[in-house]
Structure formats: C-alpha cells, structure tokens
C-alpha cells in the first residue's frame, strides 16, 4: 500500500501579490495531485496538503524558490489515505484570524521554546530561572477536549478571535509567571505569544505546536491526541491517525 504524505506549513512573511499567486499555486498543485487546502494572505501563507511524498516535497522546494518562502518548513505524518477531497487555495484577511491587526509576526516573532528545552522545566517542575511554568492552551474548546497538556490552562474559547478578550479577563493568573502559549501546529501562538507580551506577561511560545513536540519527545506531559482538521481527525504522539478516513472534508483551517 503507497501511504500517504501529509503536511502543515506556514509562513508569516509580506505577500502582496497574494490574488496572483492563488491561481499559480492551485495549478501547481493540482498538477502534482496534491490535496488539500493553502491560504493566502498579505502576512503569509498556511498549508495543509496531502498526497504522493515525492510530490508534496517537489511542490515545497518549488515553494521555497521564492525568496519570501524559503525559511518555509513543514510538519510531516503519514496515512494510509487521502484525507482530503479537493485541492483549495484561498485568499484570506489573515492567515489566522485574530483581528488584531497591530500584531505581524512577519515583523518579528515572540521568544520561542524548543520541545526539549520545555520537557526539561515541565520535568523540572520550574524554567532555568526558577520561575513557575504555566502552559496556555490557545485552542478552540473542542480541540482542547481532545487533548492537551497536562495541567494547562484552557480558556475554553469558540474562536481563536475570543482570545484577547480572555486575556484581559484572566491577566491575574499569568502575572509573575513564564507563560508558554501552546496550539497544534504553532500558527496561532506566534499571534498569542506576541499580544501576551503587549500585554506585559512573560510569553513564549512552544515551537512548532503539539505537533513538533510529538515529534520531539513524544507523548510526555500530554494527555490525550491533538485534533487535526482532516478526516484523520486526530493524532497520536506517534503522529498516526486516530480517525478512519473516508469522505474527508473539503478543507481544512489554520493548526
């Protein structure tokens, strides 16, 4: 059985020519046989694709000859069909909704945390100053219930634009202490780790989500799987699929 390749991307990077891009991108990849979705907006771009490995990784490196995209990198797993049923390029406001339009990670990220370097304080009960860590699920409730950190803090949000609101609501519990913001595959944290530090918390944000830290080090410190937008429908720390693919959905949303 050929398996299947799948892989999450992104890139906070100036895109103005976002409209002309959508309709060379989609034909690249419906030429490869990819499937999938990739959004497209003026701070960057967000992927989700699936397909042959040698295709996907073609269309990457393709991707990656543009100067603005070559800092591209992926998010690699595997199944044994395509959980994908059409190939989508869209063009949106935000590659990942906030509506906060002062915050562009495209300008300079916030401080990240490796997997490694985060297991280590987490096992060590504090970070390498001695401070408490506590870890910030910036999920939707539902991915959340499907997984999460053991002990992090969930805010139970509908939509990642609540998520300045529950900041002012629940400053009190982030004061004096080393905020990690976690999500699935980093996207959203890049955004939440950088309004956190307007706001004067200490943040970081896990590098490369859930997804890297299972890749990294596996299921420690987590309970659970982490909800993917495909018809996989999950993932174990192993990075296998929990769900069974059948009619998968037409698109998936930013991780």
């Known amino acids: 059985m050929t398996r299947v390749l799948n892989i999450s991307a992104y890139l906070f990077t100036r895109l103005t020519d976002a409209p002309e891009l959508r309709p060379v991108l989609r034909e690249r ?3 490869a046989g990819l499937k999938g979705t990739i959004i497209l907006a003026e701070e960057g771009i967000n992927l989700f694709l699936a397909g042959d490995a040698d295709a996907v990784r073609a269309f990457v490196d393709d991707l990656r000859t543009d100067q603005r995209l070559a800092p591209l990198t992926t998010k690699e797993s595997w199944s044994d069909a395509q959980p994908f049923r059409k190939m989508l390029v869209k063009l949106k406001r935000e590659i990942i ?7 562009r990670p495209e300008s300079g990220r916030a401080p990240a945390v490796s997997p490694v370097t985060l297991r280590r304080w987490l096992d060590q009960g504090h970070d390498d100053d001695g401070r408490e860590v506590v870890l910030l699920d910036t999920r ?17 949000l509908d939509r990642f634009t609540q998520f300045p609101g ?6 009190a519990d982030l004061e004096g202490k080393t905020v990690v913001s976690y999500c699935t595959g980093g996207i959203r944290c890049e955004k ?8 004067g918390v200490d943040a970081w944000q896990l590098d490369g ?3 890297a830290w299972f890749e990294q080090v596996g299921g420690a410190h987590y309970r659970g799987d982490c909800f993917v937008f495909d018809e996989r429908r999950g993932v174990d720390s192993d990075l296998a699929p929990v769900g069974a693919v059948s009619a998968a959905p037409a698109a998936a949303v930013p991780a």
Do not use: S
């Not at 939707?140 to 139970?156: H, I, T």
């Not at 529950?166 to 400053?171: I, K, L, N, P």
């Open 29 to 31: 990849a419906v030429a």
């Open 97 to 103: 909704r906030m509506d906060l339009p002062t915050i």
């Open 140 to 156: 939707n409730a539902f991915e959340v219930d499907e997984g999460a950190f053991v002990g992090a803090l969930d805010w139970r």
């Open 166 to 171: 529950a900041v002012d609501a629940h400053r």
């Open 192 to 199: 939440a780790a950088l309004h956190l530090r307007d706001e």
């Open 209 to 211: 989500g859930i997804l």
